[in-house]
């Protein structure tokens, strides 16, 4: 059934467009926020304890409501169960703000989308020798990571664990960064972040490497970290990047070169979805 609900998830978030329009990407921040006024001037929003009671109650509460749509209406169940993983993609428009983004390549005056400040602080490893991909890569390696965000890893969390695995996911992401978030509790979060997106960081590594260029993301595997903890984000985006074979690019004017560069990668991260459909599929018949 998790499959069924996965594949009717992707088809509503890429078939309809005003569905963006129904999530907000601030809600977890207004419950951060809630939760701080609630426990201020005590211990409870400090360190491992902060970061238990800020993403445990609202599990918590979603655990009872699903657990008790199972028991007594089934078929409410997976329809609230089909509408939380909808309202847990994105959060928001990554296939518009993409489109913004090829259009604004090469203006200087133009304000980056939000998905390109997800590659801030990772190394993208030793520079290609190819001036024209190299100046762009942090942006590109951004979409990959974007997407696994948005797309990969909370339909493969919902895929194995649930509606309350994906809002795991969901919380997690979000507060790991929230200035909402005291430092010490962010740090928790963000572990918790890491051990739901270690496995599914893994498998779009290879999903990508499937959709492009395997052998490329297979040889610099090890250096980004395939087996390490804490590596997850670093490991998608090299391996974005390795499985473009950026060298089949046509060059020309430096603006349109870009921009084909962009719509290679958005067109193996579509590719990459499709993989992963194809392997939850293969799960779902075993």
Not at 242 to 251: L, P
Request: charged letters at 15%.
């Amino acid at each position: 059934m998790n499959f069924l609900l996965v594949l009717a998830a992707v088809v509503i978030e890429f078939s309809l467009a005003g569905v963006v329009r129904l999530r907000s990407p601030h809600w977890s921040a207004a419950w951060a926020r809630r939760f701080g006024a609630a426990c201020e001037g005590t211990a409870l929003c400090r360190g491992w304890l902060g970061a238990l009671l800020l993403l445990g109650l609202p599990l918590l509460a979603a655990s009872l409501v699903f657990g008790w749509l199972w028991e007594h209406a089934r078929l409410v169940h997976h329809l609230a169960s089909l509408g939380l993983l909808v309202w847990m993609l994105g959060p928001t428009d990554l296939k518009r703000e993409i489109v913004e983004y090829r259009a604004a390549v090469g203006d200087a005056a133009s304000e980056a989308p939000a998905f390109t400040a997800t590659t801030a602080g990772i190394d993208l490893g030793i520079p290609t020798g190819d001036e024209g991909f190299d100046a762009c890569r942090g942006e590109l390696a951004a979409i990959a990571l974007a997407a696994e965000r948005a797309w990969f890893a909370p339909l493969a969390v919902f895929f194995v664990l649930g509606p309350v695995g994906v809002l795991a996911y969901r919380l997690a992401v979000s507060l790991e960064h929230a200035p909402e978030v005291p430092a010490d509790v962010a740090r928790h979060v963000a572990r918790v972040h890491e051990a739901l997106a270690f496995l599914p960081a893994r498998v779009t590594a290879l999903c990508l490497g499937v959709a492009g260029t395997l052998v490329p993301v297979l040889e610099g595997a090890a250096a980004a970290g395939f087996f390490a903890w804490g590596a997850s984000a670093r490991l998608v985006a090299r391996s974005a990047l390795a499985a473009t074979d950026y060298g089949r690019v046509e060059q020309g004017p430096e603006q349109a070169t870009a921009r084909r560069r962009v719509d290679q990668m958005e067109a193996l991260v579509g590719r990459t979805l499709n993989v992963w459909l194809a392997l939850f599929a293969l799960l779902a018949l075993l």
